[in-house]
């Protein structure tokens, strides 16, 4: 895996994955509003939707009728440098037809105990939670 971070000026910076994917981030602020996110928040949202991925082709594969999947993620640092993370709770809102509560308690567990490797990564300062709510129904996606 490769990626590249040039700088843009004042406190922004461009990334670039190795598939060739950019994602502004920094600290600037314009308007009194950062203009971005910030490397931290950046790593937050990563981890997230790599536990959300595991989630969904966990319950995929388990022949469930999965229609959406959200993670919300509340967060802590540390107070001195380098401000790792302390604390991260995720709750997750899966929806879909006939869900089975304990397949989505499951796939959860297998998301948080085996497959993500950023909540794996985080988890050496990080103290991670999880609960989560299944909701009936097909989430119908917005016209992109």
Known sequence: M?????????RTF?????????????TTERDGRRIAPSAME???I???GC?????????????EDVSDCAVELDADRADTEPSVFTRIHMHFVVTGR????????R????SADKYCSAS???AKTAEITHDFEVVEGQWIKPNT
């Open 2 to 10: 490769k990626a590249r971070v040039s700088w843009a000026g004042e």
């Open 14 to 26: 461009v990334g670039e994955s190795g598939t060739g994917h950019t994602v502004t981030l920094g």
């Open 42 to 44: 950046l790593v937050l």
């Open 46 to 48: 990563g981890t997230g």
């Open 51 to 63: 536990t959300a991925w595991d989630v969904v082709n966990i319950l995929e594969k388990g022949r």
């Open 98 to 105: 006939g869900l089975d509560h304990d397949k989505v308690k």
């Open 107 to 110: 796939a959860i567990e297998l």
């Open 120 to 122: 794996a990564m985080l």
